[in-house]
Structures are given as C-alpha cells and as structure tokens.
C-alpha cells in the first residue's frame, strides 16, 4: 500500500503563501498522489486540486489563479503551491493517492496522508 506524508502547513498572514509537498512510498505509475483536499472543522472535506496520470490539471472554483498542483515523478513527490491565501483557506489539507474513475471524488481514494494545517490570518 502506498504511503502519503504531507508537509509544509503552518500559520500565514492573510496574502501570503505556503508549499505544501506530499512524498508517497510504494509508488506505482496507477498509485501516486492524484488529489489535494482540504476539510475546515465542521464542513465536508472537499476538493482543491488532482493531477491525472497525463499531467492534467484540475482546480476548486475557490482556488482557481491562485493554487498551482505539481509533481515530481522521480522524487516520488506531489506539491500545491498556494497563493494570495486568505482565512478562507484554513483548513487541513490532505493528499490522497490511488486509481480514483472520478479524481474529485474522496470517496475514490484508497491511500490518505494524516493531513497538515493551514492557518491563515487576517
């Protein structure tokens, strides 16, 4: 089974950035990191950003020009690059690996990370 490990969370001023980065072991090329998500406490966990197998790319409504999904094949790596952050953003983000028919669907995922936080001030 794949192993996912998010880094990079924290607190941040409302504007400003964060990386986060997602390492996965046991990769496989149907079994790397495909989705970012995000729950805030109370709501649904929801989609930010996947990157299929072709490298395309897709983006939440609320992130869109704002948040970059990227990978790194060789280093087993995923990365959301997160922009212009605003309190909205607060959340705990996750990665999520597996062969998903339907990539913004969580329910698709067989592999998780334990998620990292994002805290964004005004």
């Known amino acids: 089974q794949v192993q996912l490990q998010e880094f990079g969370g924290g607190s941040v001023q409302s504007g400003g950035s964060l990386r986060l980065s997602c390492t996965a072991s046991g990769y496989t090329y149907s079994t790397y990191c495909k989705g970012w998500f995000r729950q805030a406490p109370g709501k649904e966990r929801e989609a930010v950003a996947t990157i299929d197998s072709d490298g395309s790319t897709t983006y939440a409504d609320s992130v869109k020009g704002r948040f970059t999904v990227a990978r790194d094949v060789a280093k087993n790596t995923a990365y959301l690059q997160m922009n212009r952050l605003n309190p909205g953003d607060t959340a705990v983000y996750y990665c999520?690996?597996?062969?998903?028919?339907?990539?913004?669907?969580?329910?698709?995922?067989?592999?998780w990370g334990r998620g990292t936080q994002v805290t964004v001030s005004s």
């Open positions: 999520a690996a597996g062969s998903p028919q339907t990539l913004l669907n969580p329910n698709e995922y067989s592999s």
